[in-house]
């Protein structure tokens, strides 16, 4: 099993903690969430110091289990917060859960994978090839240019600089 990679930052959370810090004072010092503060604290006063050494997976839940979440928030008027501290899941996520059953009901709390993860990659046709070669080509031909023109205003500055250190002057044309 995979060991936490958070675990010196949580167990330096809870000692501040342990010695009387505030968990916000602790959170905005070691970066981290407030709401994780708080669960790996929950984790820690449950099993010490060895409990921060398990990953926390999120095992999923399933659409109903969600449902019956957000509608028991709903009746005894919850905030985010305190639905967080009863049903051991981060507020934000509680949040999330509750906008989605709003707008699509159960469906929207069922587990949807990205659109974005199944397209298909697209593919370049030969015009676009065509044209990004051109393009290479003309970016090659500008940085030529450019180069030049940056070696010619040095030749420029070096010839006005010697003119200066014998006592003439740049022409005027």
Do not use: F
């Not at 997976?57 to 109903?64: D, F, G, R, T, V």
């Amino acid at each position: 099993m995979k060991r936490n990679e958070n675990y010196p930052k949580y167990v330096q959370a809870m000692r501040q903690m342990d010695a009387g810090k505030l968990p916000c004072v602790v959170a905005r010092e070691l970066h981290m969430g407030l709401d994780t503060i708080k669960r790996v604290r929950k984790l820690y006063l449950k099993g010490g110091e060895l409990a921060l050494l398990q990953p926390v997976y999120s095992p999923h839940i399933e659409a109903n289990k969600k449902e019956e979440i957000v509608l028991s928030i709903k009746e005894k008027g919850l905030s985010l917060y305190e639905a967080a501290a009863i049903y051991d899941y981060p507020a934000c996520t509680l949040g999330r859960w509750r906008q989605a059953y709003e707008q699509h009901g159960l469906e929207g709390l069922g587990r949807k994978r990205s659109e974005h993860s199944m397209k298909k990659k697209r593919h370049i046709t030969t015009s676009e090839l065509d044209e990004l070669e051109m393009l290479r080509k003309r970016n090659e031909y500008l940085e030529a240019e450019n180069a030049l023109l940056k070696k010619v205003k040095a030749l420029v500055e070096e010839k006005e600089a010697r003119l200066r250190a014998i006592g003439r002057g740049p022409s005027k044309n």
